[in-house]
């Protein structure tokens, strides 16, 4: 059973340019979660999802962020018009249940916005 | 707002020593979990306790919680080199909706 897949594992992206990121949950899991995490520092969440709907974003910066999670497919997490402040690594972790199993975390994409 | 903040930030220990590791937290909370990290990579849960329990134990870890504080701890016995990482506490609230991370202590074990 792969675990959660997360590419790509690096992505440069100028300023100005999209980013997308990719997140495929363990098989079964209906549950995903976004996270940005910055060098020395904690998790920061950003969004939670289920197949097709997201349940709460209230991490995501307003504007140029957005995340889906289709019917058939991986998360997405998009981020639109890079600047520098983005570059950090993305972590997606899935569960089968909302709250009361472990998370299961990919091995992160870190972007670097140059 | 995020919760759950470790403490110490750094830990450096002799390999055989236990390390204990705290997390404080804000809210009501429906189970609080430990993460760990090694560098570069995802984080891997090492134990889940919910909030009607005091103590849970795997191998050689030890989790204590105490809701009346709103924190828990972490205790690795006869550390080994291998434990170096860090170190994460997350609380799932009530709702289910949100897992917040705290800012991770740094463990070194020291061989």
């Known amino acids: 059973n792969a675990g959660v897949m997360q590419n790509p594992r690096h992505l440069v992206r100028r300023r100005g340019q999209e980013a997308r990121l990719r997140c495929s949950p363990m098989?079964?899991?209906?549950?995903v979660y976004w996270y940005r995490q910055l060098p020395e520092e904690g998790l920061k969440f950003m969004v939670y999802l289920q197949k097709e709907n997201i349940i709460d974003e209230s991490g995501m910066p307003k504007e140029r962020f957005s995340a889906e999670f289709p019917k058939e497919g991986p998360s997405i997490l998009r981020i639109q018009q890079v600047v520098r402040g983005d570059s950090a690594a993305y972590f997606c972790?899935?569960?089968?249940?909302?709250?009361?199993?472990?998370?299961?975390f990919g091995n992160g994409t870190r972007l670097t916005v140059t | 707002s995020q919760q759950g903040e470790e403490d110490p930030q750094a830990l450096s220990i002799q390999e055989g020593e236990n390390a204990t590791m705290n997390c404080s937290y804000k809210t009501s909370i429906n189970n609080l979990q430990w993460y760990r990290q090694n560098s570069g990579r995802g984080l891997v849960h090492l134990i889940l306790?919910?909030?009607?329990?005091r103590e849970k134990h795997s191998g050689r870890l030890r989790v204590t919680l105490d809701t009346s504080k709103k924190s828990s701890s972490l205790l690795i016995t006869a550390s080994r080199a291998a434990d170096t990482a860090s170190y994460f506490c997350?609380?799932?609230?009530?709702?289910?909706?949100?897992?917040?991370f705290g800012t991770g202590t740094s463990l070194t074990v020291i061989p």
């Open positions: 098989k079964g899991h209906s549950h």
């Open positions: 997350a609380t799932a609230g009530v709702s289910g909706n949100q897992f917040y």
């Open positions: 972790a899935s569960s089968p249940v909302a709250g009361d199993s472990p998370l299961h």
């Open positions: 306790i919910r909030s009607n329990e």
